[in-house]
């Protein structure tokens, strides 16, 4: 079965959309409001943990931010938006965020080389399918 560019694309959107939701879930059931209270929490802290602590914790809510802009542009079929698909993946292997968001699920229940080895398998999987499934 191949799968058409647009079709690849809205994959990831959904995968994307569905790692928005958990995020926003947990915040909730934590009594936060989601993204703002991070936010919020990171600048108020800074001072305390020092600005590269500080710059670690800007970093992850902006690949928060971005994972919601390649949600609606892959949802669209916006081709490029796959280039901000490729710039995410160095940053979910670093805050070990899969792009196949399900696997989610798994994190703290298997061993965590494995769960890192399907990290950067996802990853693996995401680059090579924006790469040659949209060009």
């Known amino acids: ?3 058409s560019s647009t079709t690849t694309l809205r994959l990831w959107g959904v995968l994307d959309l569905l790692q928005l939701a958990w995020y926003s879930v947990r915040s909730v059931q934590s009594q936060r409001t989601p993204y703002l209270t991070d936010l919020l929490a990171i600048l108020g802290q800074s001072e305390q943990v020092g600005g590269m602590l500080a710059s670690v914790g ?3 809510w902006c690949l928060q931010l971005s994972i919601a802009i390649t949600a609606v542009g892959f949802l669209l079929g916006y081709r490029p ?3 901000l698909g490729f710039a995410q993946i160095p940053l979910r292997l670093f805050f070990i965020s899969p ?3 399900p696997l989610l699920l798994l994190a703290g ?3 965590g080389l494995l769960f890192l080895a399907l990290v950067i398998s996802s990853e693996a999987l995401k ?3 924006l790469w040659r499934r949209t060009l």
């Open 99 to 101: 792009s196949i968001s």
């Open 1 to 3: 079965m191949t799968l």
């Open 109 to 111: 229940q298997l061993p």
């Open 81 to 83: 938006t796959r280039l």
């Open 58 to 60: 800007l970093l992850a």
């Open 127 to 129: 680059g090579w399918s």
